[in-house]
């Protein structure tokens, strides 16, 4: 009987400190960088056609304009990415600010959570330098508790994805 009430209170004890983490950390942000040795008029154009997004993130399946602005910011599209099971996830990703060779700050919605990227392009010393500000919140309370645990695995996507665009680049 005396193991079960230690084994309960540890359970009741795991689950409170679970609970309040989604008290604590309302969103989780993290900062992703790469730097290129390329101009930075190249960078931007390249990194913001859409044409050319599957060469540095695989997984992207198609990226279809709902909204499209001329001049980009407030710009709407729905963007369907394939996990590794195969199941589709459906994203509504909207420009919050474009200033061409500064900066591109990208929304996404989900069904789990809303992130946003805020992308700073630099020109030091012959070379490109693209910073990532990204924020995550969760849909829910609880998935707002899962996301402190994740976000290591979230700065890995982005900066696995910044790497492979800066491959993709300095081989063009």
Do not use: H
């Given at each position: 009987?005396?193991?079960?009430?230690?084994?309960?209170?540890?359970?009741?004890?795991l689950?409170?400190a679970?609970?309040?983490t989604?008290?604590?950390f309302?969103?989780?942000?993290?900062?992703?960088?790469?730097t290129?040795?390329?101009?930075?008029?190249?960078?931007?154009?390249?990194?913001?056609?859409?044409?050319?997004?599957?060469?540095?993130?695989?997984?992207l399946k198609?990226?279809?304009?709902?909204?499209?602005?001329?001049?980009?910011?407030?710009?709407?599209?729905?963007?369907?990415?394939?996990?590794?099971?195969?199941?589709?996830?459906?994203?509504?990703?909207?420009?919050?600010?474009?200033?061409?060779?500064?900066?591109v700050?990208?929304?996404?919605?989900?069904?789990?959570?809303?992130?946003?990227?805020?992308?700073?392009f630099?020109?030091?010393?012959?070379n490109?330098t693209i910073k990532n500000?990204?924020?995550c919140?969760?849909?829910?309370?609880?998935?707002?508790c899962?996301?402190?645990?994740y976000k290591?695995?979230l700065?890995?996507?982005?900066?696995?994805?910044?790497n492979?665009?800066?491959?993709?680049?300095?081989k063009?």
């Amino acid at each position: 009987m005396k193991a079960v009430k230690i084994i309960l209170g540890i359970i009741i004890t795991l689950t409170i400190a679970f609970l309040a983490t989604g008290l604590i950390f309302k969103e989780v942000k993290y900062t992703t960088e790469v730097t290129i040795n390329k101009p930075i008029k190249e960078v931007f154009s390249l990194f913001n056609d859409s044409s050319k997004i599957n060469n540095w993130i695989p997984e992207l399946k198609t990226i279809e304009g709902i909204d499209v602005k001329p001049e980009k910011t407030g710009s709407t599209y729905k963007v369907i990415f394939k996990n590794k099971s195969g199941e589709e996830i459906l994203l509504k990703e909207k420009v919050l600010a474009y200033v061409p060779n500064e900066k591109v700050t990208l929304r996404f919605n989900s069904d789990t959570m809303l992130k946003t990227d805020d992308y700073i392009f630099s020109f030091v010393d012959g070379n490109t330098t693209i910073k990532n500000n990204s924020s995550c919140v969760g849909n829910s309370y609880l998935l707002n508790c899962l996301f402190p645990f994740y976000k290591g695995t979230l700065k890995k996507i982005d900066q696995g994805y910044l790497n492979n665009f800066k491959s993709f680049i300095e081989k063009t």
